[in-house]
């Protein structure tokens, strides 16, 4: 009998002959020819052809096998199956000979994206680029580190190794992963881990550019800066110290736009600001204005900080007052409706600026330590309002892994994995605070002064396929608030217990947990929701709490490397259900590979057509309620994007700004298909100018690139 394998890596394993009969059935289910007996009597032929040609003591490899399952299945006639068989060879083939390109070990056998990423960004490279760290060398480098950070709370070595090895299993297994500088520098000397930086920006020359400086730094770490710039002196007011007159706000951001076309963050990604405004600044019409010509402040996202009292305004159809940040005293009026409906044209038009609405941020129950004054500014994606000199680092659970199958063989949440798993997470990101390097010393004092920490999700749109549940449905926003609050309530009795054991925030007196009953509390802040980009590319999961954006498309996965390799990725829940109920085909993916949506297809089941809802099929209402949902539980804040065809009119964008600041949501962003010369993601017939379209050729997929996961279509995020 054969007894043993030898694998392509060289090591000898058992002989499973299970393993060959899972093989055949799977081509049977791709050819839509499932037989199982079929498949035994294939298999047996396998071991039957093997034992009669190894001569003795002979091991078999590999591509031995599996060139004779290709024949035992001809032999039986299952033509169907033997070409399903061969083209998965194919494929796999080309997986491997893309990874062996890269330089990169894969000893976690990981799929092609989550390796072309980690190649591009996360494993350590020697001085002459070559990659010197395999994926698993990488998880447990960052668990390391991050477990050491309870010496410091009287931990033994044993206690340690023990988090260690949790911490390892949890993101290895990708049932969490911190954010991307953690992932890039833990255990390293840079040693930079966080994600999110707000930085002041003070009205003086000096202020700036220590603030200039202070970005530099960040972004050379791999960290993102917000930035208000509402204390700025308005465009022409007076400078007292020189005589002459001040050049606003804008100036000043293409100053730290021209600091981050320099400096790629941490020398691995571009870098990212978020630039904010307040809607009674005396400039702020041309801030609306200010990216209206593509290419413009490139490395910006800009959002407006609506006030309650603006929002009045313009429901009243009344005037708002403008105030000098230098003076505090009022410098004019403008009518509340028409600059409502330029911000809405120019998100229309060009998808900025957002909106954030600064009130609902500050409110009593949401800025978790007011003595330190309002916030004024978020992260380059918004899902952070942070204090000047603030920081957070996050991760996110992923909910697709939170799911197990029932005695009854349904779906349903693992709440019991999903408990467990907030609980070391929150372990991991308060660790994060003691480990880190900070770039500033300011940035030092205040984070550990707040401990803020930021878990959130991804998968979400995965869990809802998984459960049979729509995305746009009341079941869905139901089972948002409820796994929201879930997480809510564990983060924050994590939290306590280990204020319990390491002291409280030093900030906890007078903080909102204080004047809610908390006794102790070990983090300020504790849940957000962030787009989980490069990081839900790693864990092979749909991006934050966004729907798909396709169900087959084409990946450009050597752009970062220049390997050049494009292959067609499918969605694989889409083709796990496709052939399982039967309507498979090569045919089927080709043409799902050209658009955006399947809602079209006459052979796709009604009811798994509602299942695979993507992006452009949702309606931009159902996209405000799902952040409003997720809202309701977060601490900080909602990172989604709100998507609208290339059709809608800027009154549609208006009714889901309005919607979002009705529902309680603290900030949106919204982005029009083709609003944008460059996207990330583009299909065929795609408008890709606000003025014009034009067939893309027929031959053409919707196209993206390494890293996107869904969210926002320019950023990539």
Not at 107 to 133: Q, S
Not at 314 to 343: C, H
Not at 390 to 399: F, P, Q
Request: charged residues 25%; glycine residues 8%.
């Amino acid at each position: 009998m054969i007894s043993q394998i030898r694998k392509r890596d060289g090591r000898v394993l058992p002989f499973d002959h299970n393993k060959i009969v899972v093989a055949i059935t799977k081509a049977m289910q791709a050819a839509c020819e499932v037989d199982r007996l079929a498949a035994q009597k294939c298999s047996d032929r396998v071991v039957s052809i093997l034992q009669d040609e190894l001569k003795m003591g002979e091991i078999a490899d590999v591509e031995r096998v599996q060139d004779t399952v290709e024949r035992a299945i001809i032999e039986q006639g299952l033509t169907k199956t033997a070409k399903a068989y061969i083209l998965y060879r194919q494929k796999r083939a080309e997986i491997r000979e893309t990874k062996a390109s890269l330089g990169v070990e894969d000893d976690l056998k990981l799929p092609l994206n989550t390796i072309t990423v980690l190649a591009a960004r996360y494993l350590r490279k020697d001085e002459t680029r070559k990659i010197i760290e395999s994926p698993r060398m990488l998880f447990r480098r960052v668990a390391h580190a991050i477990a050491e950070a309870d010496k410091l709370y009287g931990a033994t070595d044993e206690q340690v190794m023990q988090t260690e090895n949790e911490f390892f299993d949890m993101i290895s297994g990708f049932e969490f992963l911190p954010n991307s500088p953690t992932l890039m520098n833990a255990g390293t000397k840079l040693g930079q881990l966080s994600a999110c930086f707000v930085l002041p920006m003070g009205d003086s020359m000096e202020e700036i550019f220590d603030t200039v400086k202070h970005t530099a730094l960040v972004h050379k770490t791999g960290g993102g800066t917000g930035f208000s710039f509402s204390d700025l002196r308005p465009k022409g007011d007076v400078v007292m110290a020189t005589g002459g007159v001040a050049s606003g706000p804008i100036s000043f951001m293409t100053v730290l736009d021209a600091t981050t076309n320099v400096i790629k963050q941490g020398g691995k990604r571009r870098g990212a600001n978020m630039g904010v405004l307040r809607v009674d600044h005396p400039d702020i019409l041309d801030f609306v204005v200010c990216k209206e010509r593509e290419g413009i402040l490139s490395n910006f996202n800009i959002s407006v900080a609506i006030t309650d009292k603006f929002m009045t305004a313009v429901m009243n159809d009344g005037e708002y007052e403008l105030l000098n940040p230098r003076s505090k005293k009022t410098v004019g009026r403008l009518k509340a409706r028409i600059v409502w409906n330029l911000i809405v044209t120019m998100a229309w038009k060009t998808g900025d600026p957002g909106v954030i609405f600064i009130d609902k941020i500050n409110q009593s129950n949401s800025n978790p330590v007011p003595e330190l004054g309002p916030i004024e500014a978020t992260n380059p994606c918004g899902e952070q309002p942070l204090y000047s000199y603030d920081s957070c680092n996050l991760g996110s659970i992923n909910l697709s892994r939170m799911i197990r199958v029932s005695g009854s063989g349904q779906h349903e949440v693992d709440w019991t994995k999903f408990q467990e798993t907030i609980h070391k997470a929150i372990h991991f990101l308060d660790n994060v605070i003691d480990s880190n390097k900070y770039p500033i010393l300011e940035i030092e004092l205040m984070t550990k002064s707040i401990r803020r920490i930021g878990l959130g999700i991804m998968g979400w749109a995965d869990m809802l396929i998984q459960l049979g549940i729509p995305y746009n449905s009341m079941t869905a926003l139901k089972l948002a608030e409820t796994i929201m609050r879930f997480m809510s309530e564990e983060g924050r009795k994590t939290s306590v217990e280990l204020a319990k054991e390491r002291g409280s925030f030093p900030r906890f007196k007078g903080c909102i947990w204080e004047k809610m009953g908390y006794e102790c509390m070990r983090n300020s802040s504790i849940t957000t929701v962030a787009p989980t980009g490069t990081i839900g590319v790693i864990a092979n999961a749909s991006s934050g709490i966004e729907p798909l954006f396709a169900v087959a498309y084409m990946r450009n996965v050597g752009e970062s490397l220049g390997v050049g390799k494009n292959l067609i990725e499918i969605n694989p829940l889409f083709e796990q259900i496709a052939i399982q109920e039967g309507f498979y085909s090569e045919d089927l993916i080709r043409r799902a590979s050209r658009g955006w949506s399947v809602q079209h297809f006459a052979e796709i089941p009604e009811h798994v057509r509602k299942l695979f809802a993507t992006a452009h099929d949702i309606s931009p209402e159902w996209h405000v309620r799902m952040q409003a949902a997720f809202q309701k539980y977060t601490d900080s804040a909602v990172s989604k994007t709100i998507n609208f065809p290339n059709v809608a009119t800027p009154y549609d964008v208006e009714k889901a700004y309005m919607l979002a600041y009705q529902l309680g949501c603290k900030g949106i962003t919204i982005y029009r298909d083709g609003s944008k010369n460059t996207q990330i993601i583009t299909p065929i017939g795609h408008t890709t100018h606000a003025a014009t379209s034009f067939e893309i050729p027929n031959e053409e997929l919707v196209t993206v690139s390494t890293e996107f996961s869904g969210g926002c279509s320019t950023c990539g995020i």
